[in-house]
């Protein structure tokens, strides 16, 4: 029987579908998924991943930018349904394996670590999909950001998608219109697209995720003239023309462990790390607007942060009777 309050979500949405524009999957995902489907089941369950996720922060404070690259990395592929966390076993390739994630996406171990604390209060209640949402809200938190009821119900996949990770993910190197495609495959909009692009506030970007705007830029050997010469020089010094592929840069200088509107102060100030950070200023008016926006008034960035996150997390979930709820958050149950 479904919950009551389904019902009372359900004919909310529909009607405030007609005025907001959301998409039927968002509409179907978000009738299902609501804060409370834990309450009665494992009401400690929030407390046990913010406390988990309190721990890991304090002992590595880049902790945070990555449990919050996991959402946007689970999401993306084939809905919020923690595909991203399976190890290869049998016919599931690990989409850890893929180019967006391989050497980069980190977190795991926290994620384990949360999933047995909450086996030994609650087994076989939490999914890991629904921790890694969780855990992304309190990253964000941690961090200085805005919060939000977590939607909650999520149920976990039984396979993985390898190509699905390299194709849906959104690549630095993307141009505009191929990661605002992306984004409205998966529902999302323009202005989610710029509002979760702010999470590069906090976090670091590989040498080899932008190598090309510091000396090749366009394929005719000259670097990227939109990024400030000055900051390119400081770039220069520690990414090299070849080798250092991994060799770590903060996204926000500033405050690269502080959610704050950093991020867009540096795109005005043509200091965006990522071409797909660039791109937001100089190459669509609308994008340009909002970026604007979130210079001058950091609580228009929270709220539509939060927001946007919310519509993320309701990326074709599993729910009811799909999939399963894994016990061990690397591995499908049989």
């Known amino acids: 029987m479904a919950h009551p309050i389904n019902n009372v979500i359900l004919v909310v949405l529909l009607a405030l579908s007609l005025v907001l524009c959301f998409s039927p999957a968002t509409v179907a995902a978000a009738s299902v998924l609501y804060p409370q489907f ?46 991203i966390l399976l190890d ?56 200085g950001g805005p919060s939000w009821d977590v939607p909650l119900g999520r149920r976990d996949s039984l396979d993985a998608s390898l190509s699905g990770s390299n194709q849906n993910i959104p690549a630095p190197n993307n141009t505009f219109q191929t990661i605002l495609t992306k984004f409205k495959l998966k529902g999302l909009n323009i202005v989610d697209y710029v509002a979760l692009s702010g999470s590069h506030t906090i976090g670091n970007a590989r040498c080899t995720s932008f190598r090309q705007r510091l000396y090749n830029n366009t394929g005719n050997g000259q670097p990227d003239f939109k990024l400030e010469q000055t900051y390119a020089a400081q770039l220069r010094a520690n990414g090299p023309r070849t080798g250092g592929d991994q060799n770590l840069f903060p996204m926000d200088p500033g405050s690269p462990t502080k959610f704050d509107n950093g991020y867009y102060k540096n795109l005005i100030a043509l200091k965006g ?34 927001k946007s996150m919310i519509k993320m997390g309701n990326i ?8 399963e709820i894994r016990k061990i958050c690397r591995r499908i149950n049989t």
């Open 38 to 83: 834990y309450d009665f089941s494992c009401p400690q369950a929030n407390d046990i991943v913010k406390s988990v996720v309190s721990q890991a922060v304090a002992r590595d404070p880049r902790m945070a930018a990555s449990l919050l690259r996991l959402h946007f990395h689970y999401c993306f592929v084939k809905g919020c349904d923690a595909s």
């Open 88 to 143: 290869s076993s049998g016919t599931i390739i690990s989409e850890k394996r893929s180019v967006p994630n391989r050497d980069s996406a980190c977190g795991f171990e926290v994620i384990d670590e949360i999933k047995s604390a909450v086996e030994k209060a609650c087994p076989q209640t939490i999914s890991c999909a629904d921790i890694l949402a969780l855990a992304a809200r309190d990253s964000t938190v941690l961090t």
């Open 273 to 306: 790390l990522l071409s797909s950070d660039e791109i937001l200023y100089t190459q669509n008016q609308e994008t340009y607007d909002l970026v604007k926006q979130y210079v001058e008034n950091q609580d228009d960035f929270f709220k539509q942060f939060a």
């Open 316 to 323: 074709t979930p599993l729910t009811g009777n799909h999939g």
